[in-house]
């Protein structure tokens, strides 16, 4: 199978998933409790009002019509009223998206150089004290909730012993004129993701400084630098990409928790907001986003391995 | 963090256990686990209030005789801190249970068929994946109320399809092999086969996912507790409420949010520490690391 | 000035001796029946005496005389991608917030709950209280320059009864004739109910039944209020500027308004301490230190009729039981409730609701805790060791944390309660109104309209079920009764049967606290339980 047409069956796959996950939303938005009119209508609704609301809605229309309405709409990038706000649900999400992904970007570009560096040179003193303790600060990190992180940031940096750092985000202006409020919930998530890059790059750059052509470099007298940016580095790029990318995928989960933290305008903050709201339209949309860029992630991801690896990329018939 | 090989080699997951005692990071892992664990178990008793009971102010940090203040409604921090562990470890251990339960038994039937079972399996583990654990669990808890059995559903449903991708590549390695081809010739059922030949030659990856699940369970369970999605009755203690409901007087009273935050960030630390110590020990890599 | 405006309030709203010098300055304020047919109009007398009808909360503060200009930034608490700026279909703060400033009513209650002409100058009855007649206010106009008309009026009411697109007013006016509204002359309209009733003028005076014009367009909104349209972007910010020819003479003070929505407590604080905004409405109670230790802002603290009770249903067991009723609110410690929940801000109350009307019947015996006293009551129901459930869920701020303080008062009397908390979509789902046992929360109204949204069957919201005979038959009475005395007899009387038998337990009033900085002045205490002065901007000023 040539590669081409080996990415083409993936993402064959993934229109499949998200088809699938699209019904899933759907059906859950259906079971949703309560009466979505009332939800939004409060002690307002009287009964004519909540009539009116639930026409508006269609919340009277059969399952089959809405769904077909909806993933109709969803496919022309028509996501709908919010019925919270009878807003384009796309307005909504446009300006959270792009908070999001400045944060995961900035997350993933601040973490991902560290734990490059942090890998590898944990590699190089192996089993020595700084491979040990990076080992250990990893595992640590990798264990503690981000919200944990967070909130120990927050206290250290905000709240508590040093008052520099803003806790919340001024709701009154863009994120962009406020660059101080990007500082926590970007070095949280940075410290959530990397240590899985760092113990990937240190496992990998020590399979490589193991194997024999990079044994076979150093008798042949090429220097240790060379060996090390020459050979071992560039070995070590795929695997290690394949890993980043999973953690930026991660991310897309990771936001939730610390965007909620910092009152952060994002997807996240936005996702727990519309469960709170019963804001369906907003919610479907919203979680499907998500799914999506999940997915294509792990495309990525996948694509990514293929593409490093070189037994893959050649042989695999499957 | 995905551990490979197997421990047919000597005496199964007992064996793998005491071995894995010999890692200084297992052993470190087990006593900070105890610790947190102590302090749920017994904390109850030894508390000096009780968990619902008011004794001053409002966020009062140092209201007379308390040791850490007051909470939002005015009750005592350390008491309700001594009392809220139990829920945060009971869901999280339920979670795991259920949770890698149900994805050993997808990839032992998915594993060990090779028919359309395995397709369909997999596929569903596919479209369970493409959403992250708490994207899932909110889209969940939107339609099922946050109770406590629905949160722990919830989590056990987002660990499932990913304990069983990894239990089933060991599976499908260990099906492989010579002693289960054997087993097949003499004729042995299929699940005689599963339960008598594959199981117990999975148990290290096993147990290593089940530690990583322990760890992920009680970031999961405490952070919807965090997010007030917990489900449990409003005034009960734990820790991961105490942090949603402590929020806004953070900057006067840190320590109803500070306490519950530690707490959770050793039980996560230790739980991880020790899944860290098996992987190490059933990947045949172990090295001592603390004294 | 200030000090003894906020005594005068502390009085009208509190019990005891000390309420009586006030008293009957405050009945002023809802003898609609005999001033308006015995005498000449109050509402007539009023805005002929003062000409700025009732601003005497404001501009008159202790500072000084008002200065023109400026730009004030509100922190508004909420807000969302839902937000309005429709004069008829508020539902958050700030769109209730953004009401104040654009439209006004014909009548608006004040700083003291007292009912204040605003587009009308005079609203009278007929002797039977079926026919109303608005005469509106001399020279007043919209945004746009036009003179509000008869027709803008009866448009106005028009759009808010509208059968097919009701507004959040329309419940209020169920007895108004939509074909009824009548044209008299360039000033005056006259309105025709289907039944007698004393309701009218509070159903007019809400604050969701602004006169727009005939043409009223909410994409280009043009009301009566002291602050023009300038822009509104949803759960963000609005901004307003100074209406010049505004009725009242001088004000608005400020050039502009703008309103920012804050949906996080700590980042409306913060904006305040941090000057990006002027005045914040809600100030979380835990950050009252906060800001009081602050020498550069002023708290604002206004005693309102605001309430939030515990909701038993008096046909539902086991509160089927009066004995158990009366158990319950033996068991709540109002004292505890309001020291834990509103930290200390709030007002005592006796299991009665409006305690700023006029007729409020203060003679009845505070109610106490009384353990000793629920658990023979619970006995002789045999209800020992009662379990229910409390069905809560955070609809506004203080309803879980109430649950959960009764719910360990009530372990004292061997009550078990067990709280189901749920999300707001569900506590207002199918089972609203039919809870057993759940909370709700409400704001400051007089008693007879208090009654007619919540404690009578035909009430929209009456979550108690309480359809007592003999108190429907007192308050049907007392709605058109024409004696402002027999009036409040009946009404005493109701409010005695609610304090002996009825389904609620409330238990205080919350205080109203906000806060401002020093820059600005203007803004008093007000009872009538909305933040800010009533979003009073227009007698804001800056120092």
């Known amino acids: 199978m040539s590669l081409g047409r080996l990415v083409a069956r993936r993402l064959a796959v993934g229109a499949l998933i998200l088809f699938v996950v699209s019904l899933l939303v759907f059906g859950a938005s259906l079971l949703l409790p309560g009466d979505a009119a009332r939800a939004v209508l409060g002690r307002t609704a009287s009964p004519d009002r909540l009539a009116a609301v639930r026409a508006q809605m269609h919340l009277d229309d059969p399952p089959l019509q809405r769904y077909l309405s909806w993933a109709g709409d969803l496919v022309t990038g028509d996501l709908g009223d919010s019925v919270v706000s009878q807003t384009p649900v796309v307005e909504l999400i446009a300006q959270r998206s792009v908070n999001s992904l400045l944060l995961m970007v900035l997350a993933a570009l601040i973490a991902t150089p560290v734990a490059l560096a942090l890998g590898t ?10 491979d040990h303790l990076t080992s250990l600060g990893t595992l640590v990190l990798a264990s503690l909730p981000e ?17 520099v750092l803003p806790a919340v985000v001024d709701q009154t202006q863009g994120v962009l004129v406020q660059p101080e409020v990007l500082v926590l919930p970007v070095l949280t998530l940075a410290l959530a993701v990397s240590p899985y890059i760092t113990r990937m790059m240190r496992a990998t750059m020590l399979e490589i400084l193991d194997s024999d052509f990079v044994h076979q470099a150093r008798l042949n007298g090429v220097p240790e630098r060379k060996v090390l940016w020459r050979h071992a580095v560039p070995n070590a790029i795929g695997p290690v990409a394949q890993v980043v990318a999973l953690q930026l995928a991660w991310l897309a989960g990771g936001i939730v928790l610390v965007e909620f933290l910092f009152d952060y305008p994002g997807i996240g903050e936005g996702v727990v907001d519309a469960v709170d709201a019963r804001d369906i339209p907003t919610l479907q949309a919203l979680v499907m986003l998500v799914a999506a860029f999940y997915v294509v992630v792990n495309l990525l991801a996948d694509v990514v391995g293929v593409l490093t690896n070189p037994r893959l990329r050649t042989g695999g018939a499957s | 963090m995905s551990a490979a090989a197997d421990t047919t ?32 178990v017994v904390g109850p008793f030894v508390a000096p209030q009780s968990e619902t009971g008011f004794v001053g102010a409002p966020f009062s ?38 949770g ?16 359309w079972v395995d397709e369909l399996l997999m596929r569903t583990t596919d479209v369970l994946l493409a959403f992250p654990a708490i994207v899932l669990a909110l889209l969940f808890l939107a339609v099922f109320e946050p109770q406590p059995w629905t949160v722990v559903a919830t989590v056990a449903a987002g660990h499932a399809p990913r304990v069983a991708r990894v239990m089933r590549a060991a599976v499908l390695d260990v099906a492989g092999r010579d002693y289960v081809r054997s087993a097949e010739s003499m004729g042995l059922r299929r699940w005689s086969v599963r339960l008598g030949d594959l199981l117990p030659n999975v148990t290290g990856p096993l147990m290593v996912e089940t530690g990583l699940r322990l760890t992920y369970s009680v970031a999961l369970v405490a952070g919807l507790g965090f997010l007030g999605l917990s489900g449990l009755q409003a005034d009960q203690a734990d820790w991961g409420l105490m942090i949603n409901e402590n929020r806004l007087g953070f900057t006067v009273q840190p320590w109803a949010v500070l306490l519950p935050v530690i707490a959770i960030g050793l039980l996560t630390v230790g739980t991880n520490l020790i899944a860290d110590g098996i992987a190490r020990t059933s990947a045949g890599t172990d090295r001592e690391v603390l004294g | 000035m200030h000090e003894s405006e906020r005594r005068a309030i502390a009085a009208a709203l509190a019990g005891g001796g000390r309420r009586n010098l006030s008293r009957r300055e405050v009945l002023r304020g809802f003898a609609i029946g005999t001033g308006a047919l015995a005498a000449p109009s109050w509402l007539a007398a009023c805005s002929a005496a003062d000409p700025v009808g009732g601003s005497q909360s404001g501009e008159d503060g202790a500072s000084g005389e008002p200065k023109r200009g400026g730009s004030l930034r509100m922190g508004a608490a909420g807000g969302g991608s839902g937000d309005t700026i429709d004069a008829h279909k508020p539902v958050d703060r700030p769109d209730i917030n953004r009401v104040h400033q654009l439209y006004e009513p014909l009548l608006i209650r004040d700083a003291k709950f007292e009912l204040t002409p605003v587009v009308a100058e005079s609203v009278e009855p007929n002797k039977d209280l079926t026919v109303w007649t608005a005469r509106l206010r001399d020279g007043i106009t919209f945004h746009d320059g036009r003179p509000v008309r008869p027709e803008d009026v009866i448009a106005s009411f028009l759009r808010i009864t509208d059968p097919k697109d009701p507004k959040v007013g329309a419940q209020l006016l169920s007895f108004l004739d939509r074909k009824g509204m009548k044209k008299l002359d360039d000033r005056t309209v006259e309105f025709t109910l289907t039944r007698p009733s004393a309701l009218f003028l509070d159903a007019i005076s809400e604050y969701f039944q602004g006169i727009v014009p005939e043409d009223y367009d909410p994409k280009k909104p043009v009301g009566t209020g002291p602050f023009a349209f300038e822009s509104f972007d949803p759960g963000q910010r609005s901004v307003f500027s ?52 602050d020498s550069k802002l002023t708290v604002l603290e206004s005693e309102s009729g605001n309430w939030n009770p515990f909701t038993m249903r008096v046909d539902a067991k086991p509160f089927s039981d009066v004995r158990v009723r009366q158990a319950m609110r033996l068991i709540a410690d109002r004292q505890e409730l309001i020291d834990q929940v509103l930290v200390g801000h709030g007002k005592l109350a006796n299991d009665l609701y409006s305690p700023g009307d006029p007729c409020f019947n203060d003679s009845l015996p505070q109610r106490e805790r009384d353990v000793e006293q ?40 061997d009550v078990d309660i067990r709280l189901n908390k749920v999300d707001t979509g569900t506590f207002y789902g199918d089972n609203y109104l039919s809870w057993p046992f759940a909370q709700d929360f409400w704001g400051t109204r007089s008693f007879l309209a208090q009654a007619a949204q919540g404690s009578l069957p035909s009430s929209p919201f009456n979550e108690t079920h309480w359809s007592d005979e003999e108190f429907v038959s007192l308050v049907k009475s007392a709605e058109v009764e024409v004696d402002e005395e027999k009036r409040c007899e009946l009404i005493q009387d109701a409010q005695a049967i609610e304090h002996e038998s009825g389904g609620h337990i409330i238990w205080g009033f919350v205080n109203l606290v906000d806060a401002y900085s020093n820059k600005i002045s203007g803004l008093e205490p007000n009872v009538a339980g909305h933040p800010l002065d009533r979003y009073g901007f227009r007698h804001a000023w800056f120092v």
Not at chain 2, 67 to 93: A, E, Y
Not at chain 3, 264 to 279: F, M
Request: glycine letters at 12%; proline letters at 3%; a neutral charge.
């Open chain 1, 121 to 130: 040179w944990s590699a190089l003193r192996r089993d020595r004290l700084p």
């Open chain 1, 147 to 163: 919200f944990v992180v967070g909130i120990a940031l927050l206290f250290v940096f905000s709240t508590g012993l040093l008052r």
């Open chain 2, 9 to 40: 080699a000597s005496g199964g997951a007992q064996g793998l256990l005491r071995r894995s005692l010999a890692v200084g990071r297992t052993r470190a892992g087990l006593v900070i686990t105890s610790l947190v664990v102590l302090v749920a």
């Open chain 2, 61 to 98: 940090p140092d209201a007379p005789g308390t040791l850490f203040g007051t909470d939002t409604l005015g009750r005592d921090v350390w008491s309700r801190f001594l009392h809220g562990g139990g829920s945060v470890l009971g869901m999280s251990v339920l979670c795991t249970v259920a």
């Open chain 2, 100 to 115: 890698v339960g149900a994805g050993l038994l997808v990839a032992l039937v998915a594993g060990y068929s090779r028919t």
């Open chain 3, 242 to 293: 100074r209406y010049a020819d505004y009725w009242r003479e001088g004000e608005p003070f400020l050039d502009e308004l703008v309103i920012i929505d804050f949906t996080d407590d700590a980042a409306r604080v913060n904006a305040l301490i941090s000057g990006q905004v002027e005045a914040i409405e809600s100030l979380p109670f835990g950050q009252i230190s906060v800001v009081e230790n």
């Open chain 3, 374 to 413: 629920a658990k023979s009551l619970l006995k002789s129901a045999g209800q020992e060791g009662l379990q229910v459930e409390l069905t809560t869920s955070p609809v506004s701020q203080g309803i879980v944390e109430a649950a959960q303080v009764l719910v360990e008062q009530a372990r004292a009397a």
